[in-house]
C-alpha cells in the first residue's frame, strides 16, 4: 500500500486543483497509480480523467510522461496545470530546437511534474526516456492504439515499448471509448494485461436529452439560441456545406456562429477552435471533425442538425457539453431524409452490416417511446433501473391512442400505389395534393386520394414512421426507398388489428429573446455577467481559454457565496492556492464593487420615490410610475421619514389608529416584528399601517 494518507491526498487535491472532494473512482485510481501499478481508465467526458494522473504526478519521483494525441489539447493542460501553480510543459515537433533542449534542460533539473508528449516525438525522447527521470507513463485517449477502435492513429503503435523500455514505471491508459473489445485491445498492445481496470458509469446526469421532428429545424435552432443568449453551443451537420449554409443563416440573425470542417485550411480551423475555447464564438456549426481537442468545460448545448450514423459517435459529442457538471442539453433533430442519406453512405463499405445495425440503433434511439437515456446506457452494457426524469421522454411521456384507422388509410395507400413510392408520395396521396407528380400518375384517381386530408403533413410523418417501427410496413432502400407492404400489413388491413401509434408531441415555440453577443457583453447587470467579464478580460490577458481561469460551475458558486476573505474565496470548489493568490483578489474586489453599486442603486430607488412624493403623487401613482408595489414605496418613505426628510407619514394613518399602536408597544415594549402588534391588535389594524404607527411612534422619540 502507498504510505500517502487519503488525508494528505485531498489536501494536495484542494490545494492544487481546488476541489474538496474526490469523484467516483478518482481516488481508488490515484491510490493504484501511487501503488505502482498499471491502470486502465475507462471514463466518459467529463468523468475527470485529467486528475487521474496529475495528482499522482505530485507525489512520483520523477517526470509524469503523458502522451497525449492533439497538440493544440496540450497546449491547454498545460495552462491550466500551471494556473494551479504545476510546473508542466509539453513537447512536440511544432517547437524549435532551442524550446526543445528547453525541455530537456527542465526535466535534468527536475524543474517539471508533467511532460506532455505527442506519440509521434517520443523517438526523439529516447536519450530522456533511458534515464531514470521518468516516474509514470499516462496514455490519454488511449483507444487511439487499437485498430478495432473508431480512432486510430498509427503513431500510437509506437507506444508499445514504453513497457519494455521502462517495465518499473506503471503505466495508466485512459480513455472514454467503452467497448469491450478495444478495453482488450488496449491492454494487450501495451503490454500491460494485468492493469486494474476502473470503468465508471457512463450516466451524464447533467446533459437533458431531446429529440425533435426536424421540421422547419433553421428557426427552431434560431429560437433555441435566442433563448440561450450567453451560452456556447455545437451544432454537428451531416456535411461541410451544411455547416457553412447554416453558419451564414444563423449570422443573418445576429447569432455570432462560425463553420468548421476538414476542408478549411489549418489556420482557418485553428482560428475558429481558438476563438469557441477562448469564448470569443458562441456557436461552431460543424462536422464530426470538430470536438476531439475542443477541451472546454462550459459548452452548454450540443444540437444535432443530423443524425448521426451510431450511438458511439452521437454519446461523445453531446458529452463535450458540460464537463463542469452543470446543466446542459442535447437535442437531437431527427428526419428520415437522414437516416436515408446514412444508408447511401455506408452502401457498398467493407463492414456494411455493421453500420446498418449501428444505424438502426441510433435510430431506435431517436424514435424511442421509453426513457432515451435507459436505452444509451444499455448500449454500453449499463442498465439503470429508474427512468431518468431529464430526457424529454420522461418529462413528457407520450400518449398513446388507438391508431387502427390511420393505420388502415396509410396502408391501402401504400397497397394502391403498388409499392413504388417512398414516404412524401404516400403522404401526398392521402392528403390529396394537387401537385405534378400526383397527377401525373393519375394518383388522384386512386380510391385512397385525399382520405386523409384533415390530418397534417407533419404527423401523417409521424404515424408513418411509427407503422415502419412496428413492421407494418417498410421501406425497401435499394428501391429508391419506396414504402412496402410487410407480412404484418394484412393483420391490420384484413383482420381489424388494434393499432396503437402515439400523438406528435407539439415542440413548444421558444420564447423569443433577444441575441447578444457572448462574453463581449459588457451588461453589468447580474453579478454573474460581471465576473464572466472579468474572466475574460484576464484569460485574454494571459492569451488562455477562459475556462482555464475558473470554469463556469466555478464562477456560479462565486456568484452564490460573494466570498470576500481569502479563507471564503478558498472554500469555493474551483479554487487552489495558487488561483487564490493570482486570481482572488481581482474576483473579490468587483463582487465588493458590485455590492456597493448594489447599495448605491437602493439608495437611488429611494431617492426616485422621494422626487415623485415631493411633486405631489400619491402613493399609487408612484407605484404605478415606477413598477414598485406599494408597500414598497411606503417603505421607502418610512425609510426618508426616518432619515429626517420631510414626509407627511401621519396622512397616512389616522389619529386613533396611532393611539393604539402606541399602546401595544408600551405593552410589547422592545418587540420590533410585526406580527405580535397584529395579533395584540386583534388583526384590525393592516401591517401597512402598524409599519407607518411605528415608523412615527419611533422618530417622536
Ligand atoms: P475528462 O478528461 O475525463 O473529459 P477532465 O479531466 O477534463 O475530464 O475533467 C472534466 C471537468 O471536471 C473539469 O472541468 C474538471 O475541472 C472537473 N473535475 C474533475 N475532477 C473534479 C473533482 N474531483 N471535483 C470537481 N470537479 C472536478
Ligand atoms: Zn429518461
Same mark, same amino acid.
Given at each position: 500500500m502507498t504510505d500517502i494518507g487519503e488525508k494528505e491526498l485531498l489536501k494536495k487535491l484542494k490545494t492544487n486543483f481546488g476541489y474538496d472532494s474526490f469523484r467516483s473512482n478518482q481516488q481508488a485510481i490515484v491510490e493504484n497509480v501511487l501503488n505502482k501499478k498499471d491502470t486502465l481508465v475507462i471514463m466518459p467526458t467529463g468523468g475527470g480523467k485529467s486528475i487521474c494522473f496529475q495528482l499522482p504526478s505530485l507525489f512520483i519521483e520523477g517526470v509524469t510522461l503523458v502522451i497525449s494525441p492533439l497538440i493544440a489539447l496540450m497546449k491547454d493542460q498545460v495552462d491550466s496545470l500551471k494556473a494551479n501553480g504545476i510546473p508542466a510543459m509539453f513537447f512536440n515537433s511544432s517547437q524549435s530546437s532551442e524550446e526543445q533542449q528547453e525541455v530537456f534542460n527542465a526535466i535534468a533539473d527536475k524543474k517539471i511534474q508533467l511532460l506532455y508528449v505527442a506519440p509521434e516525438s517520443l523517438l526523439l525522447l529516447q536519450n530522456v526516456l533511458n534515464q531514470s527521470y521518468i516516474g509514470c507513463v499516462a496514455i490519454d485517449e488511449a483507444h487511439c492504439i487499437s485498430s478495432w477502435g473508431h480512432d486510430f492513429r498509427p503513431s500510437y503503435k509506437q507506444l508499445a515499448f514504453l513497457k519494455k523500455t521502462l517495465p518499473e514505471v506503471p503505466i495508466i491508459a485512459l480513455t472514454a471509448t467503452a467497448d469491450k473489445a478495444?478495453?482488450?485491445?488496449?491492454?494487450?498492445?501495451?503490454?500491460?494485461?494485468?492493469?486494474?481496470?476502473?470503468?465508471?458509469?457512463?450516466?451524464?446526469?447533467? +446533459?437533458?436529452?431531446?429529440? #425533435?421532428?426536424?421540421? &422547419?429545424?433553421?428557426?427552431?435552432?434560431i429560437d433555441y439560441i435566442g433563448k440561450r443568449a450567453n451560452e456556447a453551443g455545437i451544432i454537428y451537420c451531416l456535411s461541410r456545406k451544411t455547416t457553412e449554409q447554416l453558419a451564414a443563416k444563423l449570422k443573418q440573425n445576429n447569432i455570432d456562429a462560425r463553420a468548421y470542417h476538414a476542408g478549411l485550411t489549418f489556420d482557418e480551423r485553428a482560428a475558429t477552435q481558438e476563438a469557441f475555447i477562448k469564448d470569443n464564438c458562441q456557436v461552431v456549426c460543424a462536422t464530426v471533425a470538430f470536438g476531439m481537442g475542443i477541451d472546454k468545460s462550459n459548452v452548454r448545448w450540443v444540437i444535432h442538425y443530423n443524425m448521426p450514423k451510431n450511438i458511439?459517435?452521437?454519446?461523445?459529442? +453531446?458529452?463535450?457539453?458540460? #464537463?463542469?457538471?452543470? &446543466?446542459?442539453?442535447?437535442?437531437?433533430?431527427?428526419?428520415?431524409?437522414?437516416?436515408?442519406?446514412?444508408?447511401?453512405?455506408?452502401e457498398g463499405t467493407s463492414n456494411q452490416e455493421v453500420q446498418e445495425a449501428k444505424l438502426d440503433r441510433m435510430k431506435q434511439f431517436a424514435e424511442a417511446t421509453v426513457c432515451r437515456r435507459k436505452i444509451?446506457?444499455?448500449?454500453?452494457g449499463e442498465l439503470i433501473e429508474e427512468n431518468c426524469g431529464n430526457c424529454d421522454v420522461c418529462k413528457n411521456p407520450p400518449k398513446f391512442f388507438d391508431g387502427t384507422v390511420i393505420a388502415q388509410k396509410a396502408l391501402s395507400a401504400i397497397y394502391r400505389l403498388k409499392g413504388k413510392e417512398a414516404l412524401g408520395t404516400v403522404v401526398d396521396v392521402l392528403r390529396g395534393a394537387q401537385n405534378a407528380k400526383v397527377l401525373d400518375k393519375n394518383y388522384n384517381t386512386l380510391k385512397t386520394y385525399g382520405v386523409g386530408k384533415e390530418t397534417s403533413w407533419k404527423d401523417w410523418q409521424h404515424y408513418i414512421i411509427q407503422l415502419i417501427n412496428q413492421g407494418y410496413c417498410q421501406i425497401a432502400f435499394h428501391e429508391n426507398n419506396a414504402l412496402q407492404l410487410t407480412d404484418f400489413s394484412s393483420k391490420v388491413l384484413f383482420n381489424n388489428e388494434k393499432v396503437q401509434l402515439t400523438t406528435p408531441v407539439e415542440v413548444?415555440?421558444?420564447?423569443?429573446?433577444?441575441?447578444?453577443?457572448?462574453?463581449?457583453?459588457?451588461?453589468?447587470?447580474?453579478?454573474?455577467?460581471r465576473l464572466r467579464a472579468l474572466r475574460y478580460r484576464i484569460a485574454t490577458e494571459e492569451n488562455i481559454a477562459a475556462y482555464l481561469v475558473f470554469n463556469d460551475a466555478t464562477l456560479r458558486e462565486i456568484e452564490k457565496e460573494r466570498p470576500q476573505t481569502d479563507n471564503e474565496f478558498l472554500a469555493i470548489s474551483g479554487v487552489g492556492q495558487r488561483k487564490l493568490e493570482v486570481y482572488g483578489g481581482e474576483f473579490m474586489e468587483e463582487i465588493k464593487t458590485f455590492l456597493k453599486e448594489k447599495k448605491k442603486n437602493k439608495k437611488d430607488t429611494t431617492l426616485e420615490t422621494y422626487k415623485l412624493y415631493e411633486e405631489g403623487f400619491t402613493i399609487e401613482e408612484i407605484a404605478e410610475a415606477r413598477g414598485l408595489k406599494a408597500q414598497t414605496i411606503f417603505s421607502h418613505l418610512s425609510k426618508l421619514y426616518l432619515e429626517g426628510k420631510d414626509i407627511a407619514l401621519d396622512k397616512f394613518i389616522d389619529a386613533n389608529q396611532l393611539k393604539l399602536i402606541a399602546n401595544a408597544k408600551k405593552v410589547l415594549k422592545n418587540e420590533t416584528a410585526l406580527k405580535p402588534y397584529f395579533?395584540?391588535?386583534?388583526?384590525?389594524?393592516?401591517?401597512?399601517?402598524?409599519?407607518?404607527?411605528?415608523?412615527?411612534?419611533?422618530?417622536?422619540?
Open positions: 478495444t478495453q482488450e485491445d488496449i491492454l494487450e498492445q501495451l503490454s500491460i494485461p494485468h492493469a486494474t481496470r476502473f470503468i465508471s458509469s457512463f450516466n451524464r446526469e447533467n +446533459i437533458t436529452l431531446e429529440v #425533435r421532428p426536424a421540421n &422547419e429545424r433553421i428557426q427552431q435552432i458511439e459517435g452521437y454519446y461523445q459529442e +453531446i458529452g463535450r457539453s458540460g #464537463r463542469d457538471g452543470l &446543466e446542459s442539453h442535447a437535442l437531437l433533430f431527427h428526419s428520415y431524409a437522414d437516416v436515408i442519406q446514412l444508408r447511401k453512405f455506408i444509451l446506457l444499455s448500449y454500453f413548444k415555440k421558444e420564447e423569443k429573446r433577444k441575441v447578444t453577443k457572448i462574453t463581449k457583453s459588457t451588461s453589468k447587470n447580474s453579478l454573474f455577467d395579533e395584540f391588535l386583534e388583526e384590525k389594524i393592516p401591517y401597512e399601517q402598524i409599519r407607518i404607527g411605528l415608523t412615527i411612534l419611533q422618530k417622536k422619540r
